[in-house]
């Protein structure tokens, strides 16, 4: 988040810096064709963020640091099935977490001894 206000804020600055010299007269003087500039770089945007930006909808924050870790690209993202991912860690961290008798341990599970189940 911090990126993206940064990068926010930085495109501002430079649009309201430039914007005056780009239509004015005594500069360059495009006027409608300082769209070409900023219609190009929406594009550019666009395509970027349909490469490289992926598709989080539906997703817990397991299964995208999940995602993230095993540095799956943008494309398969939603090839990776939810509830395995999610199931996988859950059982990975209950094998990591033990108690002193070395049996996993049950502070993750429900009341009536039953596992926890992630959706």
């Given amino acids: 988040m911090s990126l993206s206000a940064t990068v926010n804020v930085v495109a501002a600055f430079l649009v309201s810096f430039t914007l005056p010299y780009l239509l004015n007269a005594p500069y360059a003087a495009l006027g409608a064709g300082v769209g070409w500039i900023f219609g190009s770089l929406a594009l550019l945007a666009t395509i970027f963020s349909i490469l ?68």
């Fill in 52 to 119: 490289y930006v992926p598709e989080t909808k539906g997703r817990n924050l397991e299964e995208l640091d999940y995602c993230f870790e095993q540095r799956v690209s943008a494309w398969r993202f939603s090839q990776i099935a939810s509830n395995g991912a999610a199931r996988e860690l859950h059982q990975l961290e209950l094998a990591k977490v033990s108690s002193f008798d070395g049996k996993p341990s049950r502070d993750m599970d429900k009341e009536d001894g039953s596992p926890v189940h992630i959706a």
